[in-house]
């Protein structure tokens, strides 16, 4: 397997993607965050909101910002961003500790009042994880990873429905990658499986 396309042994002997390999900031997250379920609703939107953030950008500049973003957002409390205005908007687009995209700014707070409306259908942590599949996929290699599924291509549609913005197929594979909802783990990385979903 190449270096950049399969795990690689780190000095503490466990087994990591490349991308979690060197920088202690994405190892972190990489150990002990990605992958694990999430399933309580400011986790779950804090999350959709940070992958919509990440679209054409890199996950390690949103995670060096995400405190940054947590101020901002008011630690992405659903009823608190749903009341932003304009004027929040335009103070956000002054904040050099975020990325400043008007669109994403606007999408997050359309996203905090879809997030309070979906209370009257169950909220969107069962409706996210409605969309778990049958099967997790096995990598062996980054190559095998896919970057959309039916699955988040559905969610990416019945998100879309419900008033929800910035939420394509592959933003939203990354989000059921991130939450737990599949398990994309390297087969040989020491993550595989911890999630407890599946075994």
């Known amino acids: 397997m190449t270096p950049d396309n399969g795990s690689i042994i780190g000095p503490d002997g ?23 379920p999430v399933r309580d609703e400011q986790g779950m939107y804090e999350r959709i909101s940070l992958e919509a953030f990440q679209a054409g950008l890199s996950w390690a500049t949103i995670l060096r910002k995400r405190e940054a ?6 630690d992405f409390h659903p009823e608190s961003v749903a009341a932003f205005t304009e004027s929040d908007v335009d103070r956000l ?32 942590v069962d409706f996210v ?8 996929p096995a990598p062996r290699s980054l190559s095998e990873i896919p970057t959309t599924s ?8 019945a998100l879309r429905k419900k008033g ?10 990354a989000l059921m990658e991130a939450v737990g909802i599949i398990d994309t783990h390297l087969v040989d990385s020491h993550r595989r499986g911890t999630s407890g979903v599946w075994t």
């Open 14 to 36: 466990l087994a990591r993607p490349v991308w979690a390999a060197s920088d202690p900031l994405m190892q972190a997250y990489y150990d002990h965050e990605w992958g694990m």
């Open 129 to 136: 994880w409605s969309f778990q599949p049958d099967s997790t």
């Open 164 to 173: 929800f913005a910035f939420v394509g197929p592959t933003t939203m594979y």
């Open 69 to 74: 973003f947590r101020k901002a957002f008011l």
């Open 93 to 124: 687009m002054l904040d050099a500790g975020i990325v400043r995209n008007r669109l994403k700014i606007h999408a997050a707070i359309t996203n905090a009042k879809a997030t309070i409306a979906l209370r009257e259908e169950g909220g969107l």
């Open 150 to 157: 039916p699955e988040s291509i559905a969610l990416s549609k």
